[in-house]
């Protein structure tokens, strides 16, 4: 199963954004990604590094595929512990749904920012906005 590592960052809330994601198969990494979203807030660039890592997933034919997001918020509104009430988040949130029809199985795990995988990510969000 091809584990997807995201991040989203954010300098202001809202301010100038950046996503990122590792790409996982077999303990080894096989993509990276990071790019500026412009402004943004840090659950809006989360939930878009989440988008963007589904649809470079679906593009390379993954059928199954497990999310991992130091961010509680989002990981626990995908797994719908947590209600959606941010209108911008919703909608997110609702394209993220759509777009998990498309795949066997898909999952959201919350990790630690210690994570290996998630420093990697974090710190591809750093070269893209610059040091905090």
Same mark, same amino acid.
């Given at each position: 199963?091809?584990?997807?590592?995201?991040?989203?960052?954010?300098? &202001?809330?809202? &301010?100038?954004?950046?996503?990122?994601? +590792?790409?996982v198969l077999d303990a080894k990494i096989?993509?990276?990604?990071?790019?500026?979203?412009?402004?943004? *807030? %840090? %659950?809006?660039?989360?939930? !878009?590094?989440?988008? !963007?890592?589904?649809?470079?997933a679906r593009r390379r034919n993954f059928?199954? +595929?497990?999310? /991992?997001?130091?961010?509680?918020?989002?990981?626990?509104?995908?797994? &719908?512990?947590? !209600?959606?009430?941010?209108?911008?988040?919703? *909608?997110?949130?609702?394209?993220?749904?759509?777009?998990?029809?498309? /795949?066997?199985?898909?999952?959201?795990?919350?990790?630690?920012?210690?994570?290996?995988?998630? !420093?990697?990510?974090?710190?591809?969000?750093?070269?893209?906005?610059?040091?905090?």
């Amino acid at each position: 199963m091809l584990e997807i590592y995201t991040d989203g960052a954010s300098r &202001g809330n809202p &301010g100038e954004s950046a996503i990122s994601s +590792v790409f996982v198969l077999d303990a080894k990494i096989i993509y990276v990604m990071s790019e500026s979203i412009g402004i943004a *807030t %840090n %659950n809006v660039a989360e939930y !878009k590094a989440i988008l !963007k890592s589904m649809e470079e997933a679906r593009r390379r034919n993954f059928k199954s +595929v497990s999310f /991992f997001s130091d961010s509680l918020l989002v990981v626990s509104q995908l797994n &719908g512990i947590y !209600k959606v009430k941010s209108k911008d988040l919703f *909608t997110l949130y609702e394209e993220v749904k759509n777009l998990e029809k498309e /795949f066997e199985s898909v999952s959201f795990v919350h990790v630690a920012r210690e994570t290996k995988f998630i !420093k990697i990510a974090d710190y591809l969000c750093t070269l893209i906005l610059g040091p905090k």
